[in-house]
């Protein structure tokens, strides 16, 4: 896949139809598609490495399509939601051993793409799975900043743990809204 076929499907979501087949736009996961952009940008500019371009106005330019693109999926009414992995670095905290606690945050690259997509972001959650005591996984959606969890929300009263699933959400995103009135 080409970051011009991700063009094509965008020219494709501008039909009215589209609008009645689709509700949600995902991108699994978004750093798949930042080197896309790279190449799409470099063969525009014509040179061969995105540091070829000026003044490391390379970054930028691959930041601002990805920016035009996500902001143009939102205001063509579709829910947007962008997938990353999760990245492990150690916190300035110790643990009871004098180990390096380790915190989660999306691993999306670098600063400028960080940036793009918090800027449409309503929800940044983590998926965590917990064990019972017969080992029986159960997965949550972590929508809170935690001393180990990179998270957030726009709802201030959006809760903190949800059981993981898309009707879990909704009725907590809808719960969260009816609080926030």
Known sequence: ??????KD???Q??????????????????????????????AREGVGNIK???????????????QETLREIT???????L?????EKATNKLDNEGNPIMSV???IGNKKISQVCSAVTDLIAYIGVDFDKEGNPTRYLYTRQTPTI????????????IPFGYHELVEAISNAIEKQK
């Open 52 to 66: 070829e371009i000026p003044y490391g106005q390379g970054w930028n330019m691959v930041a601002q399509e990805l």
């Open 9 to 11: 499907v965008l020219r």
């Open 105 to 107: 945050t999306p691993d």
């Open 13 to 42: 979501l501008r039909d009215p139809k589209a609008r009645e087949l689709y509700n949600t736009i995902t991108f699994d996961t978004i750093t798949l598609f930042i080197p896309m952009i790279e190449k799409f940008v470099c």
């Open 1 to 6: 896949m080409k970051w011009k076929d991700v």
């Open 83 to 87: 997938i990353a992995h999760s990245k």
């Open 150 to 161: 990179f998270a957030g929300s726009r709802w201030r009263y959006l809760d903190p743990i």
């Open 75 to 81: 205001m063509l009414g579709f829910g947007l939601i």
